[in-house]
């Protein structure tokens, strides 16, 4: 841990500053502290010496002397205030997670409307009545902070009281009290730690504000704040007086918060795995896809490439052709999405993207700049993803989302654009379209939403449409709705369509063609009637047999894939597959098979294809199993 | 166990609308339909994380009713092990622990040393077998399965479905099994319910309901049941 943080500049400043600030705390007073507090009537009010860095106040002491002294007095008074913060805040805030019901709904509105009360107003308040000095500030922004950190609480707690562990633990009768010390304080404990760093910073500023103004420290005692305030009057004739404690207020405030920023971002990004580094190996290339007439996406060698974790897509090649569906199945992992948003060029930073050949509508991708690539893949693609809400503006009327595309690309004028719009809507079947259009998505039901996304992608001038998964969320008679429709459109508009899915079921009943990929690969290329008289490649009639349909035996257990499949950063140098494979040989561990054209427009990669129906092969299986 | 005219409200709306369903002990009853249906609602009455408005269940001590979720990577404590999550319903003294929790995790076909692991270390298929473990340590009468293979890659979903098949076999446990899948559904369940709208509109033997739908909504479904090659769903 601590080791990642030192990494960025600045975790590393963060860690330097507030370890200075510690030492100083514990070694400045012993130190200086003779000379802080010697009065010298000889030197008052004097401005930068050599024997003065920052000069000296009204009774001729040694300015930068108190600064380094003054550390310990601030520090240990914001850790109070944050102590007190945390102590009253932190119970407060995890209480409603505990309690529920109506005392816990009380109380977390209590909560709510304390947040809404300002701060250094409270705390200016608190300190006033309490009277002043070191205590009463203390207090007062302890009592400022409470608010802030059980608010926070609060919203941790409430996240986790919601996950399926803690209903699964309530359900297995597990008692409250260790529903809170096992389940919840453990998982808002790191984000919370994180946080109050930061509010410690915040308290420093705050206590420094309040002596400034009066409040805080009295005489002989100070703090930096006090020193401020003492320097200020001083600022014109003298500034170093005044930017000596100010640097020091700074200069701690920065630390705090730098520390808590960089460990907060540490904790987010700890749930992501360590990806492992992949050995570069070059490979043959596969045989580039065979070519169609009128192909409307072309590619070949498409590699993605995540720096640290290995290549998520290698060396995949697809054609498209006009008014053809194309599917892409493959579990998750096997970088069928991967290889749709680099399509698309959607690839996420920091993943690159390498082609040898990337054809969109007989244009080379590859060989324009980024304003015209960009407007060929704005006017001929169109892409519909599993989640249409992430694709629509969930504060902007439909209709509006859906002139936008005509209006920045074909340069319809506003009303012509609504109209579009609205024959848009009504031509993916959705009923009342003027209506409709001026709904905002969240008044759609999911079809509906769907239905609306594919629309957005509807141009004449659309040529290919990218379907990633786009009915994974839907019901199924929804589901097949929209399958229908996407049918349509193809052959209404002489668009082809890439089908991306994990159900062969959903894939055959909408492609022409099938693509099989497995860890990063195309494995297998076939027309999807031979998918029930006989794919080659034993994943694909693997992943066949351990789907169970409307016809599969009941008396029977399901076949399963033993294993599971390999990371990018863990691919064997042989067949990916050969680990979970019945019929693997040496030479299928050795080497990979390369992605081969065969007759009847397939393609396949494998060392030991096998032929015949799926359902055969599967009770054969259990025979030899036993 | 027995659910009798079973109401459930979430303010004015009612997410379940006097439901009366029947398990038989060592039956797998399965649940389909749409989402927003009320099946998921109807899994949490029947487990007790959410009120009933009226309407019993009877014949299973609610102690004896376990659930499994459909997210495996949200139903398990990140930062607890596996072992500690599965031993957390086993109600036994300490030192007998470590050796029911290897027992069980054995059961559900995973290597007991993965209990030393944390649910990050695991893959989505692994982690729902150790919530079928947790769930099953409790010794229920009872498992609602809600929607437990839809996270699930094909080739893991098969396994976990196998698992359900053997522990009904082995344990006689009622399952209630929730999917909107209905080929997955016909594949476990002996007895078929669908649910449209908060109330029950068919339910019966799996065949007759697979085979002989009466209920339109029931043949509309049937009917949207994606088959591989296209062809229209054949029933046996």
């Keep these: 841990m601590m080791r990642r943080i030192l990494r960025s500049p600045a975790g590393l400043a963060g860690v330097v500053l507030v370890t200075a600030l510690i030492v100083l705390a514990v070694v400045a007073p012993p130190i200086w502290g003779d000379r802080a507090a010697r009065i010298d009537a000889a030197e008052i009010l004097q401005g930068h010496s050599p024997g003065h860095p920052l000069g000296t106040d009204s009774v001729g002491r040694d300015i930068f002397a108190r600064v380094l002294v003054a550390t310990r007095p601030s520090l240990v008074l914001a850790f109070l205030a944050t102590l007190i913060g945390v102590v009253v805040g932190v119970p407060l805030g995890a209480l409603p997670a505990v309690l529920g019901g109506r005392a816990g709904r009380f109380l977390a509105s209590t909560v709510n409307t304390l947040v809404a009360v300002p701060g250094l107003l409270l705390a200016m308040f608190t300190s006033v009545v309490l009277g002043l000095g070191a205590r009463g500030a203390v207090i007062g922004i302890g009592v400022a902070t409470a608010p802030v950190l059980a608010r926070l609480t609060l919203t941790l707690t409430s996240s986790v009281v919601g996950s399926d562990y803690v209903a699964a633990a309530r359900v297995l009768r597990v008692p409250r009290g260790r529903i809170l010390t096992r389940h919840i304080l453990p998982n808002v404990a790191e984000p919370l730690i994180l946080n109050i760093t930061m509010i410690m910073g915040s308290a420093l500023l705050g206590l420094a504000g309040l002596s400034f103004l009066g409040l805080g420290t009295q005489p002989p005692s100070y703090d930096w704040g006090r020193m401020l305030s003492e320097g200020l009057g001083r600022a014109y004739v003298n500034p170093e007086v005044a930017l000596g404690p100010a640097a020091a207020i700074m200069l701690a405030g920065i630390a705090f918060n730098l520390l808590g920023e960089r460990l907060a971002r540490l904790a987010a990004r700890e749930t992501a795995p360590a990806g492992r580094a992949a050995s570069a190996v070059e490979e043959p290339a596969a045989d580039p896809a065979p070519e169609g007439t009128g192909d409307i996406l072309e590619l070949d060698g498409l590699s993605v490439t995540f720096p640290g974790a290995g290549s998520a897509v290698r060396d995949v090649s697809l054609r498209v052709s006009s008014g053809e569906v194309v599917g892409v199945v493959g579990e998750s992992g096997s970088g069928k999405s991967l290889t749709a948003q680099a399509i698309g060029g959607l690839v996420p930073y920091p993943g690159t993207v390498r082609t040898t050949r990337h054809r969109l509508d007989d244009r080379d991708l590859d060989t324009l700049d980024r304003a015209e690539r960009r407007r060929l893949l704005g006017t001929t693609l169109a892409m519909v993803f599993q989640d249409p809400m992430a694709s629509l503006n969930p504060a902007l009327r439909v209709g509006t989302q859906l002139a936008e595309v005509p209006r920045v690309h074909a340069g319809l004028s506003r009303t012509a654009a609504r109209r579009r719009a609205i024959d848009l809507l009504g031509r993916v079947r959705i009923s009342d379209p003027a209506r409709r259009a001026r709904q905002r998505p969240h008044e759609f039901s999911g079809g509906m939403r769907q239905r609306a996304t594919i629309a957005m992608g509807l141009m004449d001038s659309t040529r290919l449409l990218i379907a990633d998964e786009p009915t994974t969320a839907l019901d199924v008679t929804v589901q097949r709705q929209i399958l229908d429709l996407i049918g349509e459109v193809s052959a209404d508009n002489g668009a082809g369509v890439l089908f991306i899915s994990h159900d062969v079921a959903v894939v055959s009943q909408i492609c022409d063609r099938v693509v099989v990929m497995y860890a990063g690969r195309v494995v297998e290329e076939l027309p999807v009637g031979d998918l029930t008289s006989g794919p080659a490649h034993p994943y694909t009639r693997a992943l066949l047999a351990s789907l169970p349909d409307m016809n599969t035996d009941r008396d029977r257990p399901l076949a399963t894939i033993p294993g599971r499949p390999p990371g990018p950063g863990e691919l064997p140098t042989g067949c990916a597959f050969a680990p979970r494979c019945a019929y693997a040989t040496d030479t299928c561990h050795e080497e990979r098979p390369s992605l081969e054209n065969l007759p009847g427009g397939r393609r396949l990669a494998c060392w030991h294809p096998r032929s015949g129906p799926v359902g055969a092969e599967h009770v054969h299986d259990e025979e030899d199993g036993r | ?236």
């Design chain 2, 1 to 236: 166990m027995n659910i009798v005219d079973l109401t459930v409200r979430y303010g004015s709306a009612t997410a379940v609308d006097r439901v009366s369903l029947e398990i038989p002990p060592g039956t797998t009853v399965g649940l389909v339909g749409e989402s927003g249906s009320g099946k998921s609602t109807l899994a949490k009455a029947i487990v007790g994380l959410v009120p009933i408005a009226s309407g019993r269940i009877d014949g299973v001590d609610p102690r004896r009713r376990q659930i499994v979720f459909q997210d495996p990577y949200g139903s398990l404590n990140p930062r607890m092990t596996v072992g500690a999550s599965v031993a957390e319903g086993l109600g036994l003294p300490r030192a007998d622990r470590a050796a029911e929790v290897r027992r069980l995790l054995a059961q559900v076909n995973l290597d007991p040393a993965l209990a030393d692991r944390y649910p990050r270390e695991l893959s989505g298929g692994q982690r729902q077998r150790v919530a079928i473990a947790r769930a099953i340590g409790a010794r229920p009468e009872l498992l609602v399965a809600d929607e437990i293979t839809s996270a699930l890659d094909v080739s893991v979903q098969g396994a976990v479905l196998n698992l359900i098949r053997e522990l009904r076999a082995e344990r006689r446990l009622s399952v209630l099994f929730i999917s909107h899948n209905l080929a997955v559904v016909r594949y476990v369940a002996d007895i078929v319910a669908v649910m449209r709208a908060g109330r029950l509109v068919e339910v019966g033997p799996t065949d007759q309901v697979v085979g002989a739908p009466r209920d339109e909504y029931t043949r509309a479904l049937l009917a949207a049941v994606p088959n591989l090659g296209g062809r229209p769903a054949v029933t046996r």
